[in-house]
């Protein structure tokens, strides 16, 4: 199953491992007709489920950026990671909210 931790400086549920993605060929046409998008069945990634041409599980692993989060006791994820900054993250991040 998926690993949970409490992250000790947000106070929030914090996934540092994950399964994947989970499904079927019954699940994945059950969420499809239940969100109204029974037109995406024909999409790649849906067609190969419903054909059983993937396994039920795919991706998952340890989170690696979550991981240093937690150990390097970071709040954002951007912290461990390059990417951009909105300026409401930045000031999160900072203190200055």
């Known amino acids: 199953g998926d690993i949970m ?6 106070g929030y549920r914090h996934e540092i491992s994950s399964m994947g993605i989970r499904v079927d060929s ?10 109204g998008m029974e037109d995406k069945i024909e999409l ?11 396994p039920f599980s795919y991706g998952g692993g340890i ?3 979550r991981l240093l989060m937690l150990l390097l006791r970071t709040c954002h ?8 900054w909105h300026d ?10």
């Open 44 to 54: 790649p990634f849906n067609a190969a489920v419903i054909n059983n041409e993937l």
């Open 5 to 10: 931790v409490l992250h000790p400086l947000t």
């Open 26 to 35: 019954e699940s994945i046409i059950a969420q499809l007709k239940h969100r």
């Open 88 to 97: 409401e993250h930045f000031r999160q991040v900072s203190g200055e909210v």
């Open 77 to 84: 994820i951007g912290e461990v990671q390059c990417g951009l």
């Open 63 to 65: 989170g690696i950026s």
